[in-house]
């Protein structure tokens, strides 16, 4: 379960160089709320990897913004999208999409909940995601 809101998906996106935003996300158990330590956190979009820290939060990490323009002719969008993979042996991996960046803005407090899992293949994601052909190709791309 991601504590996430999804958003429809669209193929058609951009991005200059420069367009960049920043975010902090904490990882937490989902049954008792306690921080997950060492998890790995990957941003798919630019392939970076971090660990959370002992309380469960990773430092901030850049992210590019790619901004969905399918809808620009009615109203600009001026966030972007991206996409989270974490993952820690005991635990389901959790695969969350259409999270918001804002060019030039850090989002704080970005709250992701990983469930105990007896197997490494068990996966969650958020709603509206994918079908699980794609997910599964995508975790066996980044996961390492």
Do not use: W
Not at 101 to 120: E, H, K, W
């Amino acid at each position: 379960i991601a504590s996430i809101t999804a958003l429809p998906f669209s193929a058609k996106t951009t991005t200059n160089n420069s367009a960049k935003g920043l975010v902090q996300i904490k990882v937490l158990e989902l049954n008792n709320l306690k921080p997950i330590a060492d998890a790995t956190v990957c941003i798919i979009e630019n392939s970076t990897y971090v660990k959370t820290n002992k309380n469960g939060e990773t430092d901030k990490i850049e992210i590019p913004v790619f901004r969905n323009t399918s809808y620009d002719n009615i109203l600009l969008k001026i966030r972007g999208e991206f996409t989270i993979l974490i993952y820690k042996p005991g635990y389901a991996t959790l695969v969350s999409f259409y999270n918001e960046v804002y060019a030039g803005l850090t989002r704080i407090g970005l709250v992701c909940y990983l469930s105990q899992a007896n197997t490494d293949t068990q996966i969650v994601t958020n709603t509206n995601a994918p079908n699980s052909a794609y997910i599964e190709t995508l975790i066996m791309h980044y996961k390492k």
